[in-house]
């Protein structure tokens, strides 16, 4: 089985507990390949041969102006510059995955 795991830039909880999701999905035998895909993979402190990463931006998460206060005008800017740059389909997600 494969596995396409996207994980959000935003915040650092998301790769933490993904993390140790993926470590045990891992050392399933069923799992032949987990690709991870995200933009904080160097977060992760641990490689293995059936874990494949690829650094891509699938979404802007929230702006902060710290870690209370959220920054609505730059979130807005970002998501409507990624729009502009990514195409948010299900094809476009599928010929994302077809690279390799």
Do not use: C, W
């Not at 089985?1 to 993926?22: A, P, T």
């Amino acid at each position: 089985m494969k596995i396409y795991f996207y994980i959000s830039g935003h915040g650092f909880g998301h790769i933490s507990r993904s993390g140790n999701i993926i470590k045990h999905l891992l050392n399933a035998e069923f799992i032949e390949e987990i690709h991870l895909i995200s933009t904080r993979i160097p977060f992760l402190n641990f490689t293995h041969p059936k874990l494949k990463m690829r650094n891509l931006k699938l979404d802007v998460g929230v702006s902060q102006k710290n870690s209370l206060s959220i920054d609505l005008q730059t979130t807005k800017e970002e998501l409507q510059d990624f729009e502009k740059k990514q195409s948010p389909t299900p094809k476009r997600r599928i010929r994302i995955l077809q690279k390799k």
